[in-house]
Every structure is written in structure tokens, then in C-alpha cells.
């Protein structure tokens, strides 16, 4: 019994090693920027190169003993710490990390620079150390300026310059900005007045309540045949042999509620008392027998 509950026991938490194991394998590089002149400030007011990573599953995931690494040789080059509340990153969210070269500043700041005017190898590495999440080389890009994914989590990538709305460098928040919703668009294009959209409104509305008019009316054709049935039952009669005719009407709500009242008050003729006698004790802050009024000896009256 201990060897199958041992069994079961190392069973379970294998089968959670792989499950966290597959979830970090969502996490994904996201947006880099080698030299950072003004773009986006540390919480120690510098400019220093950044990596954003992106959680691209619809869970909440935590990154805290991974590695992250810009030498393919040496693959567990930053742990990030475990126990810090910050690592757990929400679904479909960003988080960023500071390549400073100062790891003494907080989780977030990485042991090691990115190299401005010159290539950059980035990897993200599993507990392990062995198994690769992500990894991305940057080209040689301009200050200021970044190398992101075209959609968060997507496979094509491209350089960022801020030029035009849809090459923003975007630290900590989405690489494809939304600012439209094309199908609210079209249906303003359609519809610009509204009369459109009151009328299915009105429409749902209506069918709804028709909706729910027909299946009360259903429910309450079926229940006055139970009923029917019923009363013919207690009548002894059979309801396959007797016309249709023949049948007793189904009662109304009025001889129903009129028939229950007449019951209660024939159930219910006396009141009906408890037999249990409570007898509490009183406290008196006088009583007689203490009285100095009624004891033996009096003092003359003069």
C-alpha cells in the first residue's frame, strides 16, 4: 500500500513537472532594444538596453527559476530568483528585464549588457538549463530603436523606429496596437443612424418574450392533463376507455385554492398548544419578610 501511494505521489508531481514545463514554453521573447538613449526609463531613472518577454498562454504563468542569456555557451548565465511575487506573469501579458549589468538592482535586472553596433543573441532556458524555450538574434539596429515581433507571440519579426503608427516601439505593452475594432467599424459604416440595430434589438426582445409566452402555455397545457388524469384516477376511471366527453374538466386555480382552504380549516379547527411548562425565576429587590414595617416590636407613637 505505502509502495503504491509512493508510486502515485511521484507520479503526480512528474506529471506537474512536465505541466509547468510546457506552460514556460509559451514564454517568448517578445521586443528588444540594444541601446536605449531616451526611450524607456528603469526604476532607478537610467536608460538602460530591455527584453520584454511575453506570456502568450491564456493562463497565468510563473518564470521564476529560468534562465536568460545572451551566450550560447553558457545557458544558465541569469537565474531569475525564485520567491519574488512579480515573477508570475499574467496571461497574454508583458514583463520587462533591464540589461544593465546590475542584478543587484532587483529581479529584473540582468547580469549582463547587451552590445550596441553589433549582433545580439538572446535565449530563454528551461529550470533545467538544457531545454531551450526561445531564443533570437538581433541585428544590428539604430538607438532608440527596437526589434519586436509583428503580433505578440508571432514568428515574423522587424525593426521599430517610431515613424508611423504601426512601427512604435511598445516596452511593456502590446506590439499591435488596436485602436479600431473592424467589425464595430463596418457595422457603423452599414448603420450610422442606429435604426438598424434598434430594430433586431426590438426583435430579440419580442422573440424572447414570445418565446417564453409559448412554453408557459406549453407547461401549462401539460400540467392541467397530469391533473386530469389525476382526477379521473381518483375517480376510477380509466382514461384510455372513457370519452373524451366523459372526462372531468380540470379544475381552476379558484375551486383549487377554495378546496385547500376549506381543508385547513377542517385540519385546523382547534389550536393546537405546547404541553411544555417553563417556569423561570424571578428576582425581587423587596420582599416582605425583610420589612422592618412588619417585625414584632414597633416604636411608640407620641
Known sequence: MKRKLLMLVIALTACAAVGSAQSRRSLRINEVMVQNDSN???DYGCYPAWIELFNSNFAPLEISSVFITDDPGN???YPVPLGDVTTRVPKRQHVIFWADGNETRGTFHLNFKLKPGQENYIAIYDADGKTLIDEV????IAPNTSYARTEDGGD???VRDGSTSELYVTPSSANKIRGVNPKIQNFKDIDA???G???MAM???FSALLTLCICFYIISKIGASRNRSRKMEAQGMVVAETPREARPSHDSGEEIAAIVAALHQHLNVHDRESTILTINKVKRAYSPWSSKIYSIRQMPRR
Open 40 to 42: 524607456f526609463i528603469d
Open 75 to 77: 545557458p544558465t548565465k
Open 137 to 140: 538574434t538581433v541585428p544590428v
Open 156 to 158: 515574423e519579426w522587424e
Open 193 to 195: 443612424n442606429g435604426f
Open 197 to 199: 440595430m434598434t430594430v
Open 203 to 205: 426583435a430579440i426582445v
